[in-house]
T-cell receptor, first 109, second 114 residues
Framework: SQKIEQNSEALNIQEGKTATLTCNYT??????LQWYRQDPGRGPVFLLL?????KEKRKERLKVTFDTTLKQSLFHITASQPADSATYLC????????FGAGTRLTVKP | DSGVTQTPKHLITATGQRVTLRCSPR?????VYWYQQSLDQGLQFLIQ???????AKGNILERFSAQQFPDLHSELNLSSLELGDSALYFC?????????????FGQGTRLTVV
């Protein structure tokens, strides 16, 4: 069956460190993969999109990698700040858009 | 502000009732997606419309239906409501039929079935 798995439900790190979140998928061949941020009770907000022929994408303190052989994407937040605390969702773009369950990141001062 | 408007923001109704959730996409966006998010659960894809036509269907119950109107706004109808239908319902919009650009989400409708 098709699955999208994000490595853990929760990740706690210290301010200033790099947060690394993982998204693995099975039985999909997405052309695009996206990452979103969701704060409690609010709609997801788009962060980054990476295409299947791209290995890496950066935006300010964010970096995404996409390995179609491993069927995995890594999402990094460098120099993390308490304001980065949120749930991060990966989404596979197929004919529609399917989301992983998300990883709740907490950055402690 | 994403530009996607969902109404109402909150809805409380009894089991067995029927409700309609409304979504106005961002100006220029032709695709509308509906998602259900139960407490501490991920976003479950329900259905997608593109320019008035149903394009993709996910885990949408038979008690649920949706449509997209000529002005591109969309409505999600939920009938014979059960306690388990209590959730946040999000709609998202994008320019094209395929998600090759970002999707914009509304702030959601929180449905409580009592």
């Amino acid at each position: 069956s098709q699955k999208i798995e994000q490595n853990s439900e929760a990740l706690n790190i210290q301010e200033g460190k790099t947060a690394t979140l993982t998204c693995n998928y099975t039985n999909y061949s997405p052309a695009y993969l996206q990452w979103y941020r969701q704060d409690p009770g609010r709609g997801p907000v788009f962060l980054l999109l990476i295409r299947e022929n791209e290995k890496e994408k950066r935006k300010e303190r964010l970096k995404v990698t996409f390995d179609t052989t491993l069927k995995q994407s890594l999402f990094h937040i460098t120099a993390s700040q308490p304001a980065d605390s949120a749930t991060y969702l990966c989404a596979l773009a197929l004919d529609d858009m399917r989301f992983g369950a998300g990883t709740r990141l907490t950055v402690k001062p | 502000d994403s530009g996607v408007t969902q109404t109402p923001k909150h809805l409380i109704t009894a089991t067995g009732q029927r409700v309609t959730l409304r979504c106005s996409p961002r100006s220029g966006d032709l695709s509308v997606y509906w998602y259900q998010q139960s407490l501490d659960q991920g976003l479950q894809f329900l259905i997608q419309y593109y320019n008035g036509e149903e394009r993709a269907k996910g885990n949408i119950l038979e008690r649920f239906s949706a449509q997209q109107f000529p002005d591109l706004h969309s409505e999600l109808n939920l009938s014979s409501l059960e306690l388990g239908d209590s959730a946040l319902y999000f709609c998202a919009s994008s320019v094209g039929a395929v998600i090759d650009t970002e999707a914009f989400f509304g702030q959601g409708t929180r449905l409580t079935v009592v």
